[in-house]
């Protein structure tokens, strides 16, 4: 299958683990920030409003609650999949010696491009405390999403290599 197809593999399955882990933090996230999110999702809703289109703030909370956790297993998923090939072309660059300690360095690089870097762009809408609970959270999803992608990588690669005639026969 190649190096890039095992990643594909090992990151899918990574990211339906991760999207089920994020998906469970989103929605206690949701839950605990319910005024902060409130207080955006009404500003969303009178924008909307202007538009023609009549939704509440209670609305669009309540569909976010009931989307979140799917919506993050598909998410996690796909990007897994991304990310798990692009972790089969970069593995080799990444410092330790096993797979796994590489998968957790991979997914701390991606946790501070994602959680730390670009979710601080949110700190004005949602405020400081949500960023901070957002960025603790997604460091456990993403260490976790780092260890089985190294440890999926390496049960797959092994599966992957091609047989010698004396290995079929046997």
């Known amino acids: 299958m190649g190096k890039l197809g095992t990643g594909g593999k090992a990151g ?6 991760y999207g089920v882990i994020a998906g ?12 902060n999110i409130m207080k955006f999702l009404s500003k969303e809703a009178s924008s909307e409003a202007s538009l023609g289109v009549h939704i509440s703030a209670s609305q669009l909370y309540s569909t976010e609650i009931q989307s979140s956790i799917v919506l993050a297993i598909i998410g996690g998923l796909i ?4 990310l798990g090939i692009i972790f089969a072309y970069v593995n ?29 762009l949110d700190i004005g809408t ?9 960025v ?14 190294g440890k999926l990588y390496t049960r797959f690669e092994g599966n992957d290599k091609i047989l ?7």
């Not at 010698?164 to 046997?170: D, L, R, S």
């Open 136 to 149: 603790g959270l997604g460091i456990i999803s993403l260490l976790v999403f780092g260890y089985l992608l």
């Open 126 to 134: 949602f405020g400081l405390s949500y960023y901070i609970t957002s």
């Open 92 to 120: 080799g660059r990444l410092p330790g010696k096993s797979m796994i300690i590489k998968g957790e360095i991979f997914g701390l690089v991606i946790w501070i491009i994602f959680d730390v870097i670009i979710d601080a």
């Open 12 to 17: 899918a399955l990574s990211g339906l683990v």
């Open 24 to 35: 469970i933090f989103s929605y206690i996230t949701l839950i605990i920030y319910k005024n």
């Open 79 to 82: 990007i897994g999949i991304i």
């Open 164 to 170: 010698t005639e004396g290995e079929y026969k046997n």
